[in-house]
Every structure is written in structure tokens, then in C-alpha cells.
């Protein structure tokens, strides 16, 4: 799977940029999008206009870790991996017996962005199993990512020569785009186009980016790990009524 998001509605963490990224320009003329295609034959691209686009395949498969796609109500959302509580989690968002994991994901959102009581991190952490997603709410104009904390799912996030942001279950993938300014998306955290990158497992902590060197000590991007010494400042999710959007406040 793959979803590259314009630098407009996801900015990349400085820290990802390697001073010789060596990268491309992944959106331009849909570059990134044909490659994917190249390698993935019978792949689907799904163009997000301005915001960018998602593509996704069912090749080559784990069958543990199966990939997931749905669109609803301009909410797109890409799945891979296992969810293990899914009764309780269609009981916790009253869904009915047919939904699979990808549903739960959106609804999990629409529960956060409209109405919802928890905060964003307990929310993530409530999805117990091995996973990661990407999500797209096209009338927000919110991006919505995540993966578990063991990273059981192979998961790489980067930045392209313009900023925009790549995103993928494919290393090399993300390498074409984005050189070296890429790394493995942080195990138990997730990415909002507002609230940026947050760590799930620890919300009240801080994360401090590590710059990640290979063999031959050339960086290739940042990890990002938990600073036990620093912890967030408290900020509330203010909302007013049921139709208060949390994309606008988180």
C-alpha cells in the first residue's frame, strides 16, 4: 500500500530530511504512483486531487497480515494486519457483524473527528493486534496514520524533494521517492496533519528524533523515540456539542 500526501494537508517532520536526501518529486506527473504500478501490475491508484493519492494492490499478500480498502463518505482509509478485539470494538462503535477492520478504522475516526469522548491516543490504543493504516478525510482535509506498538507491519514513512509526504508497507518504495529521507514509521505512535507525530503507548511524553545511520555512516532520516525526561504540555480537546470536529483542534 501507498499514499503519498501533498506538504498542504501532512507536513513531514523536519527530522526526516537527510541533508543529501537524493529524492524526487513522488506527485509530479504521478511518479511514485507508476512506479507502484510497475511493480504491482493489477495495483489501484485512487487520485486525491491536490491532496495527493493513495494506491494499494492484492499482491503478494501475507495472509496473517491482510491489506483492507474502503471509502466512506469521502473518509478513504488503507488497513493492513489483524485486528484481535474486533467484537469488542464493533460493540464499542455499533457497527454490525459484517465489519471488518478497515470499517472499524473509519468509524473510530468519525467517532474522534464529530463527537467523540476519548482522546486520539486512547482510541488508537484501544485497536488491539498487529496493524498499521493510512486515512484520508477528503472534507477535512485530515490525515489520519498509525501503526502498532510491536510494528509487526512493515511500515516506511519519508519526505520527497518537495516536502510531500510518502507512505508505505514497501521499503524500496519509499526509498524511489524519497532517497534518503525516509525510515520505518515510529512503532506505537501515530501521525495527524494538525497534531503531527504522537506516541499512543506514551501520550504524555514526548518524542525526540534520533538521526539513523547505516553501515557506512551515511543518515538515511530519523527514528523517533520516546523521551522519558520530557513530558507534553496538557492541551485540551475542546468541542462544543455533537458537532464539534476534533481535526480542527488535534
Known amino acids: ?10 507536513k513531514c517532520p523536519e527530522a ?14 504521478g511518479f511514485l504512483a507508476q512506479h507502484f504500478g510497475s511493480l504491482h501490475p493489477s495495483s489501484v491508484t485512487v487520485n486525491l486531487g491536490s491532496s495527493g493519492l493513495f494506491a494499494y494492490s492484492n499482491e503478494k499478500q501475507n495472509p496473517l497480515l491482510p491489506r483492507l480498502f474502503a471509502v466512506v463518505e469521502d473518509i478513504f482509509c488503507l488497513f493492513q494486519g489483524h485486528i484481535e478485539n474486533v467484537a469488542l470494538l464493533k460493540q464499542q462503535y455499533g457497527l454490525n457483524k459484517t465489519a471488518n477492520e478497515v470499517i472499524i478504522v473509519i468509524e473510530a475516526y468519525r467517532t474522534l473527528r464529530d463527537r467523540g469522548p476519548y482522546p486520539a491516543d486512547q482510541v488508537v490504543r484501544d485497536i488491539q493486534g498487529k496493524f498499521a493504516f493510512i486515512l484520508y478525510d477528503t472534507t477535512s ?12 507491519v512493515p511500515f516506511f514513512w519519508g519526505t520527497d524533494s518537495e516536502g510531500h509526504l510518502v507512505i508505505a508497507d ?5 526509498k524511489k521517492g524519497c532517497g534518503k529521507s525516509f525510515a520505518p514509521f515510529p512503532k506505537g505512535c501515530f501521525f495527524t496533519s494538525s497534531g503531527g507525530l504522537r506516541s499512543f503507548e506514551h501520550p504524555h511524553n514526548e518524542l525526540k528524533a534520533v538521526p539513523r545511520v547505516d553501515s557506512s555512516g551515511e543518515v538515511y532520516g530519523a527514528t523517533f523515540k520516546v523521551d522519558a525526561e520530557v513530558k507534553k504540555e496538557s492541551s485540551g ?4 456539542g455533537s458537532a464539534a470536529n476534533w481535526s480542527s483542534d488535534y
Open 1 to 10: 500500500m501507498l499514499a503519498v500526501f501533498n506538504k498542504s494537508v501532512a
Open 16 to 29: 526526516l530530511q537527510s541533508p543529501e536526501p537524493g529524492s524526487v518529486s513522488a506527485l509530479k506527473d
Open 141 to 152: 482535509k485530515v490525515s489520519f496514520v498509525a501503526a502498532d506498538v510491536d510494528g509487526n
Open 170 to 174: 514497501d521499503e524500496e518504495v519509499v
Open 237 to 240: 480537546m475542546p468541542r462544543v
